[in-house]
């Protein structure tokens, strides 16, 4: 995974690269264009003999013609990236055949001959192509070293100094060269800057937003979203009035943000409570870590069972669950959703009865009516529903029978006769409270399922689960058994794992739509840096003079290499200068002087502890 992100960013990195030579490529292929057109202008308005003019036209006009399809090519992005070498290495051989070709045609060539333009071939090399730094060190290495060895096969052998004269040479190209790649080393130094802090940026803020949306996420896992809101929106409002109370008095303690009481009153809604009947016991067998696991699997069906009926659960305690259908949205069929979630819970636990041979059953109870909800709690929420007809929905649980559903009067008087199937249920002679409130209860038995119910063969599951060794092969075919479920683990969707796989590809998706978006080309849109705020659009300084001593302010790290780059070009052209000019008292102290100044320059660059103000 690692190797696959580092190869899609060095992908994307490339590809920002060849973005940003694009438009330099384009302005090569106009240069060499008005180039060739104008020398081909003033060669046919000269009065030169023919021979000569058509060892000129006829590289000019291939290179016109070439760069002109080429402009044409590059203007879509997708074959640019694909053939930005095989274009690059085009536009080079018309560039050498106008320097080699004449040289090949005519019988007169003299070793200052076409230096000027070999210079420029090597500039445009290392500036305006997409090329990499070997590439580039190839192509103009090969086109110094041709020149050097066509000039002095080519060159008259008598004229004086001719040796002297191919040095002088290869010392400009060699120091064309080295400018070249300090350019080139820069320009990548900065790009991959550029990309670097924009990948950091976007990763930040995509990692922001992620924690954001996983501490919403857990927020919704305590209370629900509409309270949520609630709660989050006074949460500001207390932070807002806090700051203001400190600001007026700062030694006064900021006063509590979390005392307000978020209650809300929901009727017609109907109670659900549900027991694992025989799971204390089966409990015994099983080791901490397999109880808390299987409680998972568990529950964590239940859930999808009451999302699939339009139930809320509200809280888990220890074996059993409860949940609340009706609220926050007021639904009609609350009651009905709650029997056929009871009935569905009292399948599942049947299932694993069945498939494992364990003693396990459901007790559900459910009664309709009103009830109080709400956050309560100062350091640690907790969101609950309190009511009479909650306490009752909790007796219609104790007070019911395995694999039933136990509903009171008001729910049945809920539900669709014809649906549904009851039968007395008498819980008042198992529950004081049932019987001090004259409940009436009743026992659903759903009319497709009470013939299979009927039938089902009777198996001696106590045999089965009887003594130690009996337990705790009952726990362990159950925790099998609960695995083939695959309930989701708490907080799995904001593992680590998952958050940095969603961090890699939502940020490769947003660094090439920041670098990579279509645009027109900024180097001919002279409205996008004239009408550019803050600064000035030919002096590039800030207009804000507050602004421009900043600037001033923060160091260069670069300023030394290019302080380096410009003592190489001077000692380049005192070595042409020695091997030509005469040796006397001004030479020698012209560049003399100059030679102490950078000298000076270098020494004041490099040095690590000079403050910048210094500079100043």
Known sequence: MKLQKNMDMKNLYDRYCLRQKHSLFLSLLVLA???AVCVVTLILISDRPARENI????????????CFLV???????????????YFSVAVWFCLL???????????????????????CIIVFIYTMMPVNKIQALTASAVTSIAHLVLSGILSDRHVQCLNWQLIANAVIYLCMNLVGLYHKWMTDI???????DTRYCIESRIKLEYEKEQQEQLLLSVIPAYIAAEVKRGIIVKMHQSTLDVSRRPSAPPSSMFHEMYVQMHKNVSILYADIVNFTPLAHGMEAAELVKTLNELFGRFDKIAQDNQCMRIKILGDCYYCVSGMPISRPTHASNCVKMGLEMIEAIRAVRQATGVDVDMRIGIHSGDVLC?????RK?????????????NHMESSGMPGKVHITKETLMQLDENKWEVEPGNGAQRDELLKEHEIETYFIVPLKRKASIESESEVDLKALGSGPR????SSTRVARYLESWEADKPFANITEGVVAKNIELTSLALIEASLLQPRRNSCWNFRYWINVEDIHPVSLHFTDTSLERLYYRQPDPVFKYSIACVSLIYFCMLIIQVFFMPKNLVLYISYGAIFFLFVILLGVSWAENVQVELLL
């Open 55 to 66: 060892a000129h036209l006829i590289p000019l006009c291939i290179t016109a013609a070439v």
């Open 97 to 119: 055949s106008i320097v080699f070709v004449p040289m090949l045609l005519l019988e007169k060539t003299a070793t200052k001959d076409n230096v000027a333009i070999v210079m």
């Open 190 to 196: 900065a790009q991959m800057h550029t990309f670097m």
């Open 71 to 85: 402009a044409v090519c590059v203007q879509v992005q997708a074959l640019f990236r694909v053939l930005a070498i």
């Open 470 to 473: 009996g337990s705790i092969m």
């Open 381 to 393: 929420w907790q969101y609950d529903v309190w009511s009479d007809d909650v306490t009752i929905a």
């Open 33 to 35: 264009i008005l180039y």
């Open 374 to 378: 709400g956050v309560i709690g100062l």
